[in-house]
């Protein structure tokens, strides 16, 4: 992308900061896995949205001072005897290109360069992403709070991540772009699924053929951790274990997506695994799906989410009544129980407001429409997801060209 996105992205964040503050943003870097591997590193995602970095342990600090704004990037130090071993760390001049921020420092001057800016300048705030709080996980941001609190109790304490989060929802141009794309490589994922699908593979060979293709197209690799679950498996909401044999006449429910440019996808499609529904999962399938396209073209600017909640859960409610699975709308907590959707962006949750179900629905805000039923008694499981953008006068499906439709999934499948 280029840095244009990721100026204009810090330029929102400064709008917002009081006059005489700090921001500091830390990047991350990899929590420890065993012996010597570390987990794969992945970038703080609103260090990533300001400054189009994915490197670890650098830090990026925004002082408004009296008015004027200076921006600088900590970077860490080259090491030649480090770099014969895990590659070139960044340079000054490709962090200044890539992100767009011209004053470049080291990180293991930082400290001294925050102390030093506390003791010349009288700030009075400091903005800091305190975003993740993981139980036993203290996050550097976090860390930096405890100092704070210490030496520089005078300072107030503010949220960045509150702030980034609240622009986060409203998708730029280039950010839908990126995420079209992560769809399109999903989307060769899934056909790549339905291509090689037959009864006898393991749950997790379904899988494989999906990560190959979106690696082979480009993808950073899977938004999340794949869901294929078969049968019974389908019933289970954020079933993971994908280590059971996909029998004959059963459905497998895929949840799966990809990252591209680190924005991601999120789609769901539930297919046969021999090609061919049955009557039965044909008349489940298509009362899911009916409310996936009607939740579609339901969405538009200035409805709530809570309605947007409410409705498919009306909607499914009498589905399941159709379907002869209950009489009374009350107990579809039994065949469905999870929301309709969520925020979709550089996270596969995406971030938003804390009061998202009276937040009203504006154009640039990208959400997941994901209708399903589960009905563990008869080993179905069915979910159609789909990634909608809101505009001016309605909605874009992103992932339209997806197929979706019972009479699409088994002629692909045939063919």
Not at 321 to 350: A, E, F, N, P, Q
Not at 385 to 394: A, L, M
Request: net charge negative; with cysteine.
């Amino acid at each position: 992308m280029d840095k244009s996105l990721f100026i204009k992205n810090r330029c929102k964040l400064v709008s917002k900061m009081e006059d005489n503050s700090l921001a500091v943003i830390f990047s991350g870097n990899a929590k420890h896995r065993s012996a010597d591997q570390d987990y794969q590193f992945t970038p703080s995602r609103n260090f990533y949205y300001l400054t189009s970095i994915d490197r670890q342990d650098f830090v990026l600090l925004i002082t408004k001072y009296n008015g004027k704004v200076d921006e600088t990037l900590f970077i860490l130090k080259s090491n030649p005897d480090i770099e014969k071993w895990i590659g070139y760390r960044m340079k000054a001049e490709a962090a200044k290109t890539i992100s767009g921020i011209n004053k470049i420092a080291y990180a293991e001057d930082f400290e001294a360069t925050f102390n030093r800016l506390l003791d010349v300048c009288n700030f009075k705030n400091i903005y800091l992403d305190t975003h993740y709080r993981v139980e036993g996980f203290l996050s550097k941001a976090l860390d930096l709070t405890s100092l704070i609190t210490k030496n520089f109790p005078y300072l107030k304490i503010l949220s960045a991540s509150q702030l980034i989060n609240d622009f986060r929802t409203l998708k730029e141009t280039e950010e839908i772009e990126a995420m079209r794309k992560a769809i399109d490589i999903t989307k060769v994922g899934i056909e790549n699924i339905m291509k090689n699908a037959k009864p006898g593979l393991m749950e997790y060979q379904l899988e494989a053929y999906y990560d190959f293709a979106i690696k082979f197209n480009g993808a950073n690799g899977p938004s999340f951790k794949t869901i294929a679950a078969s049968g019974l498996n389908g019933t289970v909401l954020h079933y993971e274990e994908n280590n059971c044999i996909a029998e004959d006449h059963t459905l497998v429910l895929f949840d799966l997506g990809c990252e591209y440019e680190y924005y991601c996808s999120d789609i769901s499609r539930t297919i046969p695994v021999n090609g061919k529904f049955t009557d039965r999962q044909k008349a489940v399938y298509e009362s899911v799906l009916s409310v996936n396209e009607k939740m579609i073209e339901w969405i538009k600017p200035g409805k709530k989410f809570k309605e947007f909640q409410e409705t498919a859960r009306e909607m499914l409610a009498e589905e399941c009544i159709k379907l002869g699975l209950m009489t009374d709308k009350k107990d579809i907590s039994k065949y469905y129980y999870h929301g309709i959707g969520h925020y979709l962006g550089l996270d596969v949750h995406d971030v938003g407001r804390t009061d998202m179900n009276e937040r009203v629905l504006e154009p640039g805000m990208v959400l997941t429409v994901e209708p399903g039923l589960y009905i563990a008694e008869e080993k179905i499981g069915v979910r159609i997801e789909d990634n909608i953008i809101v505009t001016v006068d309605g909605c874009e499906n992103l992932s339209k060209d997806i197929i979706k439709s019972v009479s699409d999934i088994e002629s692909f499948m045939k063919k």
